[in-house]
Structure formats: C-alpha cells, structure tokens
C-alpha cells in the first residue's frame, strides 16, 4: 500500500490524499480499483457491484474520466470500490493522458485491483500492456474476463486470457450480472486479512457547482493535494459527480466535483445530459453548495439559473468568485464587484460572497470556515418560545394586513425542521397572509437569530386545519 509520504504535504489536506477514506482518524476500508483500456465495460461492473447507477454508462470510449468511489459490501465485507478511466499506455491525447494517470494513482493507492478485459475482442496489445503496468505493481490482481453473456461453458476464447499471465480467470456477465458473486468471492480472498472499520466521523457534504470552465475541478484538487481530478482548459472535461474525503484541522468534508452545468439549448451530447442530471444529483445530497463564478467573464444568466435551483432545494450555499488573482483591482474593485453581484443574486440575499483563487490557493483557507459556520447555520434550531416572543414583537411593530373588514390573526409559530430552518406559523386564514408579510416575518427571524447562508421556509397553516 503506498503510504504517499513522499509527497508535499497540503495544509488543507495533511493526511494521504490519495485513500479517501484513509484519511479519517480510526476508519479503515481497503479499497479496490477497477482497471482496463477503454469500453471493456468497467463503468457498467462498477454500477453491477455497487448496486446504482454512479458512472455513466455509454457505448463511448473515455466516458468516465475521474476516479469515481462508491461502497461495496459483500458477505459482511465492505470495501471502497473505484471506477477509472481506461487505460491507454501509448495515447498523446492530453485528456487520455491525465485519464491514464488518474487510473495509475488508483492502482497506487488500492490494496486489490480487478482487471476487466473483454471476450468478443480477445487479448489486445493494449490489453498486455496494461497487464505488465499491474505485475509492476505487485498488487493482488482478479482477472475479470467480461462480456461472456451465456450461460454454461465458458466460450472457447475465453481460455486465451491465461496468456497474460495473471491466474485463473473469472467469466463476468456485467450486463446481466453473471458471476459477479464469483468475482467478488476471489476479490474477498486477495483482500485477505484486511477488515474495514466503521466511519467514526461525521462529514459536512460540499457540491462545487457552476459552469464549465470556472475552476471547480481546480479547486478540489488544490484541496486534496493531489491531481484527484482531471484538468483541462476543454469544457464538459469532468462528467461524473465524483467525490473527494478531506480530513483536516477544519474538519471531515466530503467534496463533490460536478459537471460543469451549461444551457439546454447546448446540451447536445446524451453523455452531457446525464453529466447535468448528475450535477442536479450532487446538490441533492450535499450539505453545503459552493457556487462558482469566473472573476474575468462576471455573473450571467447560468449562473442565476444554477443558484436558483441550489435556493429551490434549500441547501445552505457561498458565492465564491474564482480566478480573483487574474483580475485587475484597485482599493474598491471587490467592494465593487460585491455590490453588482448582491444586486444579481437578489434572490438569495441570505449568501455570503468569497473570493479565491483555486490556482493559487488565496483564500482557501477562510473557505472552510465559511462552510463550517453556514453549514452550522443550516442546522440551528430555535425553541418554540423565542420563536413566539418575536412573533410578538413583530406584530406589535407591524400590524398584521387585513382584507374586507377582517385582520390577519397570527396564533404560534413553531420549528417543524433543520437543513433548510423551516418554520410553521398557524394562523386564522391562509388567504389574509399576503406574500410582503409572509418575507417581513421571514426577514425578521433571520436578522435575528443570524441565520446567514441558508434559505429559509415559512409553511402557513390555518389553525384547526
């Protein structure tokens, strides 16, 4: 197992960055990459064993590009199963490259490693090549011959993969799910010894979203301290929602690096359309959304309608203004640049604004005591009491609206949630409380408990009802 203490330690990220769930202080799980060149079907094996659709599957070469990890469990066992890449040794392609690359680190950090080849095209040169790549290694490998779809004796081909010189093979359906028990017994006998512990840690989960090109992939690389996503000035380069463990003295997180989320009207590739449906997926788990922008290119109409789907799902968000470095300033540019952008997010006034830059890491720092404080934000909750005694004072100071000759009576208001703050307010009739009053009351719990970074839900009950 490589131990990573040759390399530079990343302030943001002090332990191993490479085994994401090694970074954890007393948590243990041996992870498990899946390996091979291109469109031999590891995505479809890597959603088979999981049990859910995580990588896309597509019938195009290079489709997954980052290391994607998802549980796997099996006969009490549990372990970190990892999608790559394929594997082109003699490729020049500079995405191809860094996919190479990033199946490398994944083989360099797993305890096990399944090499999925494919009956209908036999053993290729590319196919001995990435062989010899994990002899190297010396990692316990599990020779996955895939694509073997009938049922009974194996076909005649399938014996030619004992060329490669790396045991018995094990004949895999992915597609259908035939002898993926098999293989998983024999990954479960080349783990060995190895047993997994619990997580005894909470994580805050964290989406990076925002358009092609802002910086999301840079951002959570600079954070992990290693090239854990491809880079590229190419838009659409990151496709899967792929996430990223970083413990540190600010605490546990999960990062999750998303698809960069363009117009419909742009959207033109079936790959891309499930990228996006991918992105939609990460902000519904995440905790906390960082919402990237591009200091050179300012706000646009995207970005307005990717924050507005972060505000419609109540999630707890920053505004964070990326490439700020390359940007040329003087004393009043970001007070500036502030105002403007207040005047464009006026829908989500609740959001703090950073500026960073992910190239260099200015301000990354003060990040992860943003999102700690707004994530804490997002779960507060406040006793029924102190809730009525502004509720008091509220309407003692603005009279409730009336309609026809009849007022608005407001009886209790309670906390019915966390993550977003949701509050139920029970009153004589729904129709009497008018949308200015309803954001009055809004606003007043919020400059009063301080409820910054986090939207906030006023449900409206007629009491009795």
Known sequence: MSSGNNSPVNPFNPVNPINPVNNHVGTYKPIVAVIGRPNVGKSTLFNKLIGRRLSIVEDTPGVTRDRIYADCEWRGRSFM???TGGVEPFSTDEIRAQMRRQALAAIDSAQAVIFIVDIKDGVTSTDIEVSDILKKSAKPIVLCVNKCDSIGENPVGFYEFYNLGLGDPIAVSAAHGNGTGDLLDEVLNKLGDIFEQEYDT?????????????????????????QRMIVSETAGTTRDAADTFVNNPHGNYIFIDTAGIRRKSKINEKIEHYSVLRAHMAVDRSDVCLIMLDALEGYTDQDSKIAGYVHEQGKSSVIVVNKWDALEKDDHTMSEYKKKLQSDFSFMSYAPFMFISAATGQRVDKLFEMINFIYEQGCRRITTGMLNDLLAVCTARVQPPTKKGKRLKLYYITQSSASPPTFVIFCNDKELFHFSYKRYIENQIRRMFNLTGTPIRLIVRERGK
Do not use: C, T, Y
């Open 202 to 226: 909470e994580h805050i989960k964290v989406a990076v979203v925002g358009k092609p090109n802002v910086g999301k992939s840079s951002l959570v690389n600079f954070i992990a301290g290693d």
């Open 81 to 83: 199963l990892v999608d």
